[in-house]
């Protein structure tokens, strides 16, 4: 049961699909919840039993019980636990008890600030808090928590299918500047017979950071260079970043600038604001014909042979804007040659630090929409999903038959209908590690099927140990890519050591393609979840519920990987019988049965283990240097109690469009 209940006069986001089929009943309160619409609250009792599900992409466990989120994105890249926002919104919560009759989820439609004070202030208390009070709250109710998420799922819409090479590895660092960089790469990777899919190319490879342009000193033929790799079977992937470069001559900021198209002050003037080009403006991806203007824009690559792209700095970030710089540089003058005290030296540096993607900048311009102006602060969360919006329904205008990968750092449910996201600039951190497991339920409930993590962590240097047990985390992770910052040490697989013990683990990650693919695309057209916690199939275990480093990776496997340094095994819980398998390589695997319960599982640096249910199967595929390559009429099944006609395989071209 889907029932509505709407606070103040919220506006229409677009997370929710227009033609909705399921019955939606309009409602003025919801069992069990206490509403305040002069406050913009819903408050809930929490049980002891009860866990709360969802957020997304957010800091912290599976179980969100126990800390204060902020929905407002935000360009952070220190995601450590104190923190209440990352860089997406999705405001689903699902709540549930062993022992529950009833499994209920809620979906706050507000894109502007919206808190979930999840037994923060209060233990035993829920309470969500619209900013502006103007919000629509979907209430929904099912059985079971996968029904919830399914009927959840029915009201936003199919999920985003990227092109099947998307499945591959991909190799990214921000620094890679020229054709010979990118060309090094995939030499690098070619001679240490890894499999490989993707090369990203980070903002170097653009003309002084200008949008949908080549540095042509940098890439003197790209569209030939494109070719010659996808002769390779290596896909370029180039970022988009949100801001257009303020500059004479460029006739992306020229047309918007002539068609009105970017966003502007109350006084009419278009903002300034700066990021990585220096000055730009922002396209007003909440005009219908700024979408259509910009997501054209695309094919200026896609007609130089480029099938995929990620959209960046779309929260939007801001490094600053005129005006706020300007009101910072007068009042510095101020402090200059005082005797800068307590009081005073902490007003000062916050002065200078307050600078980046400051809340008073948010304040300062103006969308369009739907006929009305609105100020930026009560829309934020949205402005990432127009871009990406304004990408993917181009893609589709240019390419009606065909798949291109696109993915996206900001987000906010309904995006997941035109592509995927990943989790931002995280760090080489063992913490992160985990971290990037948990988020990945929390995603899938709200659509977010195609995501993942920067595999080795973007920020700080990385380890050979921990690139690896990243590597075995994600092997079964949709976007599967390998990315770092400037300035971090070098991580590709082929700068460590044990290049084998990399290649045996990336041959298996295409070994388990054919897998992966097949429940990826269930999930995605069946509006189902491909990774879950486990208690959403063991929902009468009270354990189930309080396993934090577990989760199901479609119908057949239960991932629990090591996510300590120096630890060459860990205690797993098993919900029910299960078959261990631990692959050395591939092809080299043990296959043990294990009963119910606790154990303690052996798990060496470069091994993979994997957990199969019992009635189940495992599809293997001989592994191939590109996903292209993959042979799949020499498929081998792993079986726990199963014959491998009970799995059902799903394949296809992995490039048209819808079947
Ligand atoms: O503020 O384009 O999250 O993946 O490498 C840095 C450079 C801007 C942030 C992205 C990151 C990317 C980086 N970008």
Not at 124 to 145: F, K, P, Q, V
Not at 220 to 249: C, R, S, T, W, Y
Not at 581 to 604: A, D, M, P, V
Request: proline fraction near 4%; charged fraction near 25%; include cysteine.
């Amino acid at each position: 049961m889907i029932q509505l209940l709407r606070m103040g006069n919220p506006i229409h986001t677009g997370a929710i699909i227009d033609n909705i089929e399921t019955d939606i009943t309009y409602v003025e309160t919801l069992p069990a919840w206490k509403i305040d619409k002069a406050l913009g609250t819903l408050e809930k009792q929490l049980s002891d039993t009860m866990t709360v599900f969802g957020l997304g992409e957010t800091v912290r466990g599976i179980n969100k019980r126990g800390w204060i989120y902020v929905s407002n994105n935000s360009d952070d890249p220190n995601h450590t636990e104190d923190k209440h926002s990352l860089y997406a919104s999705q405001n689903f919560l699902l709540i549930t008890t062993p022992d529950a009759e009833m499994v209920e989820g809620v979906f706050i439609d507000d894109p502007g600030t919206v808190t979930f004070d999840i037994g923060y202030t209060l233990l035993d208390r829920l309470t969500i808090r619209s900013g502006s009070g103007n919000a629509d709250i979907y209430r929904i109710t099912a059985r079971t928590a996968s029904e919830v998420v399914h009927l959840f799922r029915t009201i936003i819409g199919q999920s985003y299918i990227p092109p099947k090479w998307a499945f591959g590895f991909g190799q990214s660092r921000w620094g890679y500047q020229t054709m010979e960089d990118i060309q090094n790469v995939y030499d690098a990777y070619h001679n240490a017979s890894i499999p490989i899919d993707s090369i990203y190319l980070d903002i170097d490879y653009m003309e002084r950071y200008k949008d949908f342009t080549i540095n042509s000193t940098r890439f003197p033929d790209f569209p030939a260079f494109v070719k010659k790799m996808q002769k390779n079977n290596i896909h370029l992937v180039p970022i988009i970043d949100a801001g257009v470069k303020i500059e004479e001559g460029y006739d992306i900021y020229e047309e918007g600038c002539e068609n009105d198209y970017f966003v502007k002050k109350e006084n009419g003037e278009r903002l300034v604001a700066a990021v990585w080009p220096g000055r730009v403006h922002f396209p007003d991806f909440f005009k219908p014909e700024v979408q259509d203007w910009f997501g054209q824009k695309y094919q200026i690559l896609i007609n130089q042979g480029i099938d995929g792209f990620w959209n960046d700095m779309n929260e939007p970030a801001i490094f600053y804007t005129d005006d706020h710089l300007k009101e910072v540089f007068d009042n510095l003058e101020n402090y200059r040659n005082q005797n800068l005290d307590i009081q005073s030296f902490f007003e000062f540096k916050a002065l200078v630090s307050s600078i980046d993607n400051n809340p008073e900048d948010y304040r300062r311009f103006y969308h369009e929409h739907e006929g009305k102006l609105i100020r930026h602060d009560k829309v934020h969360n949205l402005y990432g999903f127009y871009m990406t919006k304004s990408a993917g329904e181009a893609l589709k205008r240019i390419e009606p038959e065909k798949r291109t990968l696109l993915f996206s750092r900001s987000s906010y449910i309904g995006m997941h209908r035109y592509g995927g996201v990943w989790t931002g600039d995280n760090k080489s951190w063992w913490s992160h590690l985990l971290l990037a497991l948990q988020q990945l339920p929390a995603l899938n409930m709200c659509g977010f099927l195609y995501s993942g993590s920067d595999m080795g962590g973007f920020g700080a240097d990385c380890t050979e140990d921990l690139m690896a047990r990243w590597l075995e985390l994600a092997i079964l992770t949709p976007l599967y890519r390998n990315h770092t910052s400037l300035g971090s040490r070098f991580q590709e697989l082929y700068r460590f050591s044990c290049i084998d013990g990399f290649r045996r683990i990336i041959e298996l990650r295409y070994a388990l393609i054919p897998y992966i693919y097949s429940e990826f695309m269930k999930a995605a057209h069946n509006d189902c979840m491909y990774f879950q916690p486990l208690s959403f199939i063991w929902d009468a275990d009270p354990r189930a519920y309080e396993i934090e480093d577990q989760i199901m990776a479609g119908e057949s496997i239960m991932l629990a990987p090591v996510v300590h340094q120096n630890m060459t095994g860990r205690y797993v819980y098993l919900p029910e019988d299960m078959k261990l398998i631990r692959f050395r390589s591939w092809n080299q695997y043990t296959e043990e049965i294990l009963n119910k319960g606790n154990h303690y599982i052996k798990c060496g640096l470069f091994e993979t283990i994997l957990f199969l249910r019992k009635g189940h199967v495992l599809p293997l595929a001989a592994p191939a240097l590109s996903t292209a390559e993959i042979d799949y009429s020499t498929i081998n099944y792993i079986t726990y109690d199963a014959d491998p006609l009970d799995y059902e395989l799903y394949n296809d071209d992995g490039i048209s469009r819808k079947v």
